[in-house]
Structure formats: structure tokens, C-alpha cells
T-cell receptor
């Protein structure tokens, strides 16, 4: 079946611009996660959605970052006024329940010039 | 979540077993041990997880010590495609919903 998909696969933007990154989770998965991975670094948790519960935003690095999940499915991560330090691969994952394996998408590589 | 300690890198000959250790001496009773791997330029891939019993699936085996302070991931017959960064993570779900904390992992290089 279809896995987690993300778009775009690559995004180059200028400092100060806003960007939107999209994630399509696996159908039926109730949990959706965003992580980011800077060059040569491990993954950093950003935000988590579970069903209709309020999202856990504790990993968002600043108020320039926000995310929403519409209809319990597709999610969008928005970064406002991008900075060069926002350059990273942004990974989305989904799972059926919090103790089950997380399936990761291929990521969006964001480059802020 | 408890902190894990893994060797920075390991080598393995193709066809041999790869044994990747992980220390998690401060693990709590409700925390599971998860293993993921990340092949270059791809998203992480789940391998296996366990609580206290040893586990085996089509990819690997997980051996957890009786005191649960350490574990070993075993790839029984490593192939070149197993070259990746392997992450050992302890995770309880519950109050840490979704927060898989990835450390630096072990870079496993499988050579011919």
C-alpha cells in the first residue's frame, strides 16, 4: 500500500519568506509526527498529532513554526520568515497508535538562502 | 525518556552477523527499547522493539538483558544494503507520546 508521502521533495527559498511543507500519512493512521534533521545531526522532534486531541507542540523551536492537521489526515508544517538555520530535512511520520512503529516519509529538504 | 549510549561506528563483513550494542542503564519499567535505521538520504525505518523479552522478526533479533540496562540488535546475515545509521531509542508512549528521541546512533558499514 501507499506509504507516507511528502511534498515538495526539495524547497529552496530566500531568507524571510514563508514556506509550507505537506505530509500525507498512511490511511487510517491516527498519529502524525513532524521531525527535522539538520546536516549530520540526529532527528529532532517538532510536533505530534493524535486523533482529535490538541497537538503536542513542545518541540517547535520558535513561534515562526506552526502545523495543522485537517480532517485527521493531511498535515501542513508552516515556517514563517524563514532563517538560514531552518535549513534541514523535514520528516513526517505516521503510526497507528503511539506504541506502534512510526512510518517515515522521504522528507522535504529545505534550503534557506 | 532514558538516554541511550551506542558506539559511534562499527564494521561488519557481508554475510556475517552484525551485533549492535546499546546501553540504557536508566531505563524505566514502562519504557520499551526501539530500533530504527536510516539509510543515506532516506527517512528512518523501523526495525524492531521490545520490553523485556527477546524479540525476533524478519529483519533482526533484539536481545535485552535481564536487568534491561542494555540490549543488542542482531542482523543475522548482514548485506551491503544494511549499511546505515542504527538508532536505539527508549520510549514509553504515555506522557512522551510520539517523542522518539534519536541520538547520534551507530554508523554500521557492511563491507564485501
Amino acid at each position: 500500500g501507499a506509504g507516507v508521502s511528502q511534498s515538495p521533495s526539495n524547497k529552496v527559498t530566500e531568507k524571510g519568506k514563508d514556506v509550507e511543507l505537506r505530509c500525507d500519512p498512511i490511511s487510517g493512521h491516527t498519529a502524525l509526527y513532524w521531525y527535522r534533521q539538520s546536516l549530520g545531526q540526529g532527528l529532532e522532534f517538532l510536533i505530534y498529532f493524535q486523533g482529535n486531541s490538541a497537538p503536542d507542540k513542545s518541540g517547535l523551536p520558535s513561534d515562526r513554526f506552526s502545523a495543522e492537521r485537517t480532517g485527521g489526515s493531511v498535515s501542513t508544517l508552516t515556517i514563517q520568515r524563514t532563517q538560514q538555520e531552518d535549513s534541514a530535512v523535514y520528516l513526517c511520520a505516521s503510526s497507528y497508535g503511539t506504541l506502534n512503529e512510526q512510518f517515515f516519509g522521504p522528507g522535504t529538504r529545505l534550503t534557506v538562502l | 525518556d532514558a538516554k541511550t549510549t551506542q558506539p559511534t561506528s562499527m564494521d561488519c563483513a557481508e554475510g556475517r552477523a552484525a551485533n549492535l550494542p546499546c546501553n540504557h542503564s536508566t531505563i524505566s519499567g514502562n519504557e520499551y527499547v526501539y530500533w530504527y535505521r536510516q539509510i543515506h538520504s532516506q527517512g528512518p525505518q523501523y526495525i524492531i522493539h521490545g520490553l523485556k523479552n527477546n524479540e525476533t522478526n524478519e529483519m533482526a533479533s533484539l536481545i535485552i538483558t535481564e536487568d534491561r540496562k542494555s540490549s543488542t540488535l542482531i542482523l543475522p546475515h548482514a548485506t551491503l544494503r544494511d549499511t546505515a545509521v542504527y538508532y536505539c531509542i527508549v520510549y514509553a508512549g504515555g506522557t512522551s507520546y510520539g517523542k522518539l528521541t534519536f541520538g547520534q546512533g551507530t554508523i554500521l558499514t557492511v563491507h564485501p
